[in-house]
């Protein structure tokens, strides 16, 4: 155990906790203004367009969400037409969701705002950083993946 006293500013945890609050924010602005769609109504769209379908558990597990929160951006985008739901036939208690039509043309759509977003997010860092970075996150996550 170390003696040094704890500087919250410059501990990683809370540094990595603000930044993702940050992000999440920033990003909220866009999606919101732009698409009219709250955060976690965009990661149960982003899962489900990187999946193409999955369960509600899953969507929650995938994108870090509570299961209250991830039910409610599910109800919220159903009611906007925007998901499908059907019954798992395996599982009466569950279901499998996907994208309807029109949640695909607004996922196509939201994709290029993402990106850009991210690009103009990491405009300060060189090639060789952006890599680093990565790689950097990559090693961290795996470390707390052993931890569990």
Do not use: H
Request: hydrophobic share 45%; net charge negative; glycine share 2%.
């Amino acid at each position: 155990m170390s003696d040094t006293p704890l500087q919250l500013k410059q501990f990683l945890p809370y540094q990595l906790a603000k930044l993702a609050q940050q992000v999440s924010a920033s990003l909220a602005v866009t999606y919101e203004q732009r698409f009219a769609l709250t955060i976690s109504q965009w990661r149960v769209l982003a899962c489900l367009g990187e999946k193409g379908q999955a369960t509600s558990k899953m969507i929650a597990d995938e994108s870090f969400m509570d299961k209250v929160k991830t039910s409610r951006a599910i109800k919220e985008l159903i009611d906007r037409g925007l998901l499908v739901k059907q019954a798992d036939q395996a599982d009466s208690r569950s279901f499998w969701l996907s994208l309807s039509d029109a949640g695909e043309a607004l996922y196509s759509s939201v994709i290029p705002y993402a990106i850009d977003w991210e690009e103009q997010f990491l405009v300060e860092l060189s090639a060789s950083e952006r890599e680093n970075l990565k790689a950097i996150i990559s090693k961290l996550q795996a470390s707390l993946q052993q931890a569990d």
